[in-house]
């Protein structure tokens, strides 16, 4: 299987699991480094993407949390976010990895290094960033 078919396969998992969330969805790449702290992992610095028009013209951060990629995205509306979705899958690529709006945020993760062979990362920051 590819991992462009483990990233959407991930990404509907992720979603189904969304549904009845247990935290009110992040309003900002700051809520969400304070939930990934929370849970502890290590959050590297996350730099503003230039391209954010590539990712629905959100406002993009991007960095490394525990040797995954990650890019953070605030949009201006929940809609917004879910339509940056199918772009998220497309940064991902062929990496192992996410694509999932939660409110008015985007996160796209993508293990590039193959750090995270199990996923157990991935997880960890997806159920992080959906209030679980």
């Given at each position: 299987m590819t991992g462009r078919l483990l990233s959407a396969a991930a990404a509907a998992v992720l979603l189904?699991?969304?549904c009845g969330d247990d935290k009110a969805p992040p309003s900002g790449a700051d809520d969400v480094f304070e939930a990934w702290r929370n849970a502890g992992l290590t959050v590297g610095p996350h730099d503003a993407l230039d391209n954010s028009d590539t990712l629905g013209g959100g406002s993009?951060?991007?960095?490394?949390?525990?040797?995954?990629?990650?890019?953070?995205?605030?949009?201006?509306?929940?809609d917004a976010a879910r339509?940056?979705?199918?772009?998220?899958?497309?940064l991902v690529g062929d990496a192992t990895g996410a694509?999932?709006?939660?409110?008015?945020?985007?996160?796209?993760?993508?293990?590039?290094?193959?750090?995270d062979p199990s996923g157990k990362k991935i997880h960890q920051l997806t159920k992080a960033f959906l209030g679980k």
């Open positions: 189904l699991a969304a993009c951060q991007r960095g490394e949390v525990d040797g995954i990629e990650t890019t953070v995205c605030g949009y201006e509306s929940e339509a940056a979705q199918p772009a998220g899958l497309d694509s999932l709006p939660r409110g008015k945020v985007l996160l796209v993760v993508a293990d590039r290094g193959g750090s």
